[in-house]
């Protein structure tokens, strides 16, 4: 079967926190579809897979400029709860004295507490001074912009990337 993509004359809408309902041009309709980023990190927003209950993929969305506004908010608003990553606000401790990292941060999910097990690997810079961290419990943690960090949070986690 060769890969279908979505365009504008599909229409997806979200149905619960995880899954959406699509609508093809041709009228076929899936019910509780759920969606996946291939590229979670570093490339969010292209490359979404759509797949249905028994786990087959329906479809794919190059990117949200493909599907209308509409498609493009009930899949943004999907991937909300899915793909949460908290996203690091302010630095409070980071500390190597166990060797392992120790960080205390403020999120945009509140305060937060947790070790880094080697920072070589679990702390990286994508594009834009976008840092992504990984804790010793494989949860992930985000940097939007490094350069928006005020400057005490700044020193003290600068040193560690």
């Known amino acids: ?30 019910e509780k579809a759920e969606l996946r ?12 897979s759509i ?8 479809a794919m969305i190059r990117s ?3 599907v209308t506004r509409e498609s493009a908010a009930a899949v943004k608003a999907c991937f909300n709860d899915y793909y949460l990553i908290p996203k690091i606000t302010k630095v409070l401790e980071c500390s190597d004295k ?15 507490s947790f070790r880094v097990r080697n920072r070589h690997y679990d702390m990286k810079i994508y594009d834009n ?16 912009d490094l350069n ?9 986690i600068a040193s560690f990337l």
Not at 10 to 18: C, F, N, S
Not at 51 to 58: A, K, L, N, P
Not at 148 to 156: A, F, H, I, M, T
């Open 1 to 30: 079967m060769a890969q279908r993509f979505l365009d504008k004359t599909a229409k997806i809408e979200l149905t619960d926190v995880y899954n959406v309902r699509v609508t093809l041009a041709d009228g076929t309709v899936y």
């Open 51 to 58: 797949i249905d209950q028994d786990e087959h993929e329906i």
């Open 64 to 66: 949200y400029d493909d």
């Open 37 to 48: 980023r291939l590229f979670p990190i570093s490339d969010r927003d292209n490359y979404i």
């Open 98 to 112: 166990t060797g392992m990292l120790k960080l205390t941060v403020e999120t945009d999910h509140g305060l937060s």
């Open 148 to 156: 928006r960090l005020d400057k005490k949070s700044w020193l003290l």
């Open 129 to 144: 001074n976008r840092v992504i961290i990984r804790d010793s419990d494989d949860n992930r943690y985000e940097i939007e």
